[in-house]
């Protein structure tokens, strides 16, 4: 069965910590997509990957970084946490192909920055 | 560039009825409609898709429409029950892009 994990369901963090979420897969996806989630905002890409080692912005990629040093691993970076940046955070992975890619998702980092 | 609409306010319904709920898509015809569910504080799940040259898919109780022509696509659940309340995300992605587009989501309400 697919599965996406996340580091953590719920995280506190205070202003200026360097916060560190981490996403793995275990379906050999190819895919990696990190978003947040906000009431009235629905789903916002922050980064995706392609491949190891390899990245591209999404639509709100400030004050975010990300790295992918395996396959099957994501992190996502808030090199310095602002209360701006609290909210649920989703890891997704999907596998390309000439088909459609439909994202299998973790649980979710729910995340309060004080 | 796309946007993908579906209603802000919630869904009521009687069990046993049929919920139905919108996407609208502005711009070009994606090549595929995606239906998520997701529950409160949970990621969403992959429930449906759809290909731009379908008109229909089903699955269980699960039936998506897809008409170009409107511009829209109908996610039917129908003998709905109260285990089907939560947040429906609808997602469109292109031919070349893997990387769909969602919706802000309809919440449904099923009421016993």
């Known amino acids: 069965d697919v599965k996406v994990t996340q580091s953590s369901r719920y995280l506190v963090k205070r202003t200026g910590e360097k916060v560190f979420l981490e996403c793995v897969q275990d379906?050999?996806?190819?895919?990696m997509f990190w978003y947040r989630q906000d009431p009235g905002l629905g789903l916002r890409l922050i980064y995706f990957?392609?491949?190891?080692?390899?990245?591209e912005k999404g639509d709100i990629p400030e004050g975010y970084s990300v790295s992918r040093e395996k396959k099957e691993r994501f992190s996502l970076i808030l090199e310095s946490a602002s209360t701006n940046q609290t909210s649920m955070y989703l890891c997704?992975?999907?596998?390309?192909?000439?088909?459609?890619?439909?994202?299998?998702f973790g649980p979710g980092t729910r995340l309060t920055v004080t | 560039s796309q946007k993908i609409e579906q209603n802000s306010e919630a869904l009521n319904i009687q069990e046993g009825k049929t919920a139905t709920l919108t996407c609208n898509y502005t711009?070009?015809?994606?090549?595929?409609l995606q239906w998520y569910r997701q529950d409160p504080g949970r990621g969403p799940v992959f429930l449906l898709l759809?290909?731009?040259?379908?008109k229909e898919k089903r699955k269980e109780r699960l039936k998506v429409t897809f008409d170009t022509t409107l511009k829209q696509s109908l996610f039917h659940i129908t003998a709905s029950q109260p285990a089907d309340s939560a947040t429906y995300l609808c997602?469109?992605?292109?031919?070349?892009?893997?990387?769909?587009?969602f919706g802000r989501g309809t919440s449904l309400i099923v009421h016993p």
């Open positions: 759809i290909r731009e040259n379908e």
């Open positions: 997602a469109n992605s292109s031919g070349g892009s893997y990387i769909p587009t």
């Open positions: 997704a992975s999907s596998q390309p192909g000439t088909g459609p890619h439909e994202q299998y």
């Open positions: 379906m050999d996806h190819e895919n």
């Open positions: 711009n070009y015809s994606p090549a595929y």
């Open positions: 990957s392609y491949d190891v080692k390899m990245k």
